[in-house]
C-alpha cells in the first residue's frame, strides 16, 4: 500500500490544506494510507475519498479548529430557541462536517491515536445539568454518506458536539474496537448513528455520552436510501443519559434485522429504547445477554425516567397511517433500574408479537429524582403521562405480549414509592406473564 506520511505543524489553525492534499494525491494514484504523526493538530473538514486510509499515530490528536469557518460558509444555523431536548427536529442533514465522505468506496479510519470534535466552540446555555448547543443541528464528528465498504477502528472519539459517528446510507461497514468519550452534559452528542444503512457490524466498542450511545436512524431527508436493516452489535460497554440502544427517533421506514447481544449497559437513563414517532416501522430485532443498570437523570433534560426496556410508538406531529413494532425478542435480560419495562403505543395495534424469556429485574432507589409520571418525548400532545409512579411492567394500546420465566423484585423501602406492580390498560389484549393470561 502507498503511504504519505503528512508533515504537520502544532499551533497553526489549520493543518487540512496539508492532509487534504495528500489525501488527493493518493486517491488519484489508485488509494493508500495517510499517516498522520504523533502530535496535536487543529484541522478544518476533511474530505475521505475512495481507497483511502485515515491512520492516526500513537499520540497523534486531530482536533476541529476553533474557526467555523474552517466547516461550512453557513454559519447562522438553526438556533436553538427552545431547548434541545424538546427542540430535536432534524432530517438528517448537517451544514457542516469535520471528517466527512460522500458517494465513495473502501474507507478506513485506524490508529492509536485521538479525533477531539472540540466542543466548546459549540457551547449556548449552560446549568449543573445540561449544557444546550448554540445552534442545531451542530456538527458531527464523522460524517458519511452513501459509503460502501466502511471501516472505522482502534481510534478514540473525542468531545463530539453533536452525533459522534452519522452514517447515511452505507454499506457494509465494520466499527471494532472504537472508544467514544463524550461530555455527559452536554445534548445530543450521540455516539454511533447508523442512518439508512445496511450491514452494518459494531463490536467490542465502548461508548459514554449524554444522549443515546447507539442509535438507529431512518432521517426523512435520507429516504432514497432505503431500509435500515442487517445491523450486528456485540460485546460493547454503553453509558448514556438517554438511551443506551435506540431506535428513532428519527423513524422514517423499515427498521429489520437487527441483533443485539453480549452487551453491558451501565449508568444509563433508558437501556433499550423505541422511539417510533414517524411512518415508519421496526421488527424482527433479538435482544440478547445484555446487563442493564438505568436510574432517572435529571429532569426534565433527558428523555425517560430509568427504564430499562422502553417501547413506544406515538406521532411527532400531524397525521400518521403506518406506525408497527412486531417481532421484537429479548432474551436473557439482568436489570437493575429504577423503574421499570414500559410499552405504549397510540395507534391502535401498533406494537405486537413483544417476547420476553429469561429476564430479571430488581428495582430499588439510585437517584435523587421523583418518577411521577411516563415520559412520551418526543411527540404530539400529551407529552406525559402524569401521575404515574414506577411499575415493574407497564403496558398500554398494545397486544400479543408475553413474558416467560420473567423474575423480578422490588427493594422493600422502594414500594412505597411505587405504582401497580403490573399494570395492564384496557387498550391491551393478549398478554401473559409467566404463564398466566393477564390482557383485559
Not at 406525559?384 to 427493594?411: H, Q, T, W
Request: charged share 25%; aromatic share 10%; glycine share 8%.
Amino acid at each position: 500500500m502507498e503511504s504519505i506520511r503528512c508533515v504537520l505543524k502544532e499551533g497553526i489553525a489549520d493543518n487540512s490544506p496539508i492532509i487534504q492534499k495528500a489525501i488527493d494525491e493518493l486517491a488519484s494514484a489508485g488509494g493508500g494510507r495517510v499517516c498522520l504523526p504523533s502530535g496535536t493538530y487543529s484541522s478544518g473538514t476533511i474530505v475521505l475519498k475512495d481507497n483511502i486510509e485515515l491512520f492516526l499515530e500513537k499520540g497523534c490528536v486531530l482536533k476541529a479548529g476553533d474557526d467555523f469557518s474552517l466547516f461550512s460558509k453557513e454559519r447562522m444555523l438553526k438556533s436553538l430557541d427552545v431547548p434541545s431536548f424538546l427542540n430535536c427536529d432534524y432530517d438528517g442533514k448537517p451544514k457542516m462536517f469535520f471528517l466527512y465522505a460522500m458517494h465513495a468506496k473502501n474507507i478506513r479510519i485506524s490508529g492509536d491515536g485521538v479525533i477531539d470534535g472540540n466542543e466548546e466552540i459549540f457551547y449556548g446555555k449552560q446549568n449543573r445539568y445540561l449544557i444546550d448547543g448554540l445552534f442545531y443541528p451542530r456538527m458531527p464528528l464523522i460524517f458519511m454518506e452513501d459509503v460502501e465498504n466502511l471501516v472505522i477502528e482502534n481510534v478514540l472519539l473525542r468531545r463530539s458536539a453533536f452525533w459522534t459517528v452519522h452514517l447515511v446510507g452505507c454499506r457494509y461497514v465494520f466499527i471494532d474496537h472504537v472508544s467514544i468519550r463524550n461530555n455527559m452534559r452536554l445534548a445530543n452528542c450521540d455516539g454511533i448513528d447508523p442512518d439508512h444503512c445496511q450491514n452494518v457490524e459494531i463490536k467490542d466498542c465502548s461508548i459514554q455520552c449524554a444522549d443515546d450511545a447507539i442509535v438507529f436512524k431512518n432521517t426523512s431527508a435520507n429516504r432514497k436510501y432505503g431500509d435500515l436493516g442487517k445491523v450486528h452489535v456485540s460485546h460493547c460497554d454503553l453509558m448514556s443519559t438517554s438511551g443506551a440502544i435506540k431506535f428513532g427517533s428519527e423513524s422514517c421506514g423499515r427498521f429489520h434485522d437487527i441483533h443485539v447481544e453480549n452487551i453491558n449497559i451501565h449508568d444509563s437513563n433508558r437501556g433499550i429504547s423505541f422511539q417510533l414517532r414517524d411512518d415508519g416501522e421496526i421488527d424482527h430485532c433479538l435482544f440478547e445477554n445484555i446487563r442493564i443498570s438505568t436510574r432517572a437523570f435529571a429532569k426534565p433534560y433527558y428523555w425517560g425516567y430509568g427504564e430499562p426496556v422502553s417501547i413506544t410508538a406515538l406521532r411527532r406531529s400531524g397525521e400518521v397511517t403506518k406506525q408497527k413494532i412486531s417481532d421484537i425478542t429479548f432474551s436473557n435480560l439482568m436489570m437493575d433500574s429504577e423503574n421499570g419495562i414500559v410499552v405504549y403505543g397510540e395507534i391502535p395495534d401498533a406494537i405486537e408479537n413483544i417476547r420476553f424469556s429469561n429476564v430479571s429485574l430488581f428495582l430499588h432507589r439510585k437517584s435523587k429524582w421523583t418518577i411521577d409520571k411516563k415520559d412520551l418525548r418526543p411527540c404530539e400532545g400529551m407529552m406525559f403521562i402524569e401521575d404515574s409512579k414506577p411499575n415493574v411492567l407497564y403496558l398500554a394500546g398494545c397486544r400479543k405480549i408475553s413474558l416467560s420465566n420473567f423474575m423480578y423484585s422490588v427493594d422493600d423501602e422502594y414500594r412505597n414509592l411505587m405504582g401497580e406492580e403490573i399494570f395492564v390498560s384496557e387498550a391491551v389484549s393478549d398478554v401473559e406473564v409467566n404463564g398466566k393470561d393477564i390482557g383485559r
